[in-house]
């Protein structure tokens, strides 16, 4: 059996949940992914949004793999890029083009939409992504910080 891609839409919140749970598993994050699930009309909404992408990765109606990227409107110029936050394939499922295609079917997409770049990042240490990643684009070694909400510590 082949492997399918496909862009979710507002009817496919069992395959987002399914994809979740991919990520919590692959990540080795199941609380993170699973612990507090949005509502039914959350995912619908969010699905419905055109800068959102989401796409799955399917053999038969298993998810094997997956992406979610998000389009974000630059001001320094008229473009946009398109910002890849989870990629993940089974482990099951690797080795086999699947992350490669699903960020081909983005560029694709990508380029319908007339957006500059496609970027993503990858933690050091993660050898099959960092290498995945360098064959398809240019690395920029570059240090990334999670800023809390709320008031500022002193």
């Known amino acids: 059996m082949g492997i399918a891609l496909r862009r979710l839409g507002p009817a496919d919140v069992a395959l987002l949940r399914k994809l979740n749970t991919l990520f919590g598993r692959v990540f080795g994050e199941p609380e993170t992914y699973g612990a507090e699930p949005p509502s039914d009309a959350y995912c619908e909404s969010l699905l419905a949004k055109e800068h959102v992408v989401i796409l799955v990765a399917l053999e038969g109606e298993e998810v094997v793999g997956g992406l979610v990227a998000y389009e974000l409107d630059k001001f320094e110029k008229a473009r946009r890029e398109l910002y ?32 500059w770049v496609i970027y993503v990042q990858a933690d050091y240490g993660d050898a099959p992504a960092i290498a995945l990643y360098e064959k398809l684009g240019t690395r920029e070694d570059v240090m990334h910080f999670d800023i809390g909400v709320g008031p500022i510590p002193r």
């Not at 990629?87 to 319908?112: C, D, N, Q």
């Open 84 to 115: 890849i936050y989870d990629l993940a394939v089974s482990k099951t499922h690797r080795r086999r083009g699947i992350a490669t295609s699903l960020i081909g079917h983005l560029r694709e997409i990508a380029a319908r939409r007339d957006v």
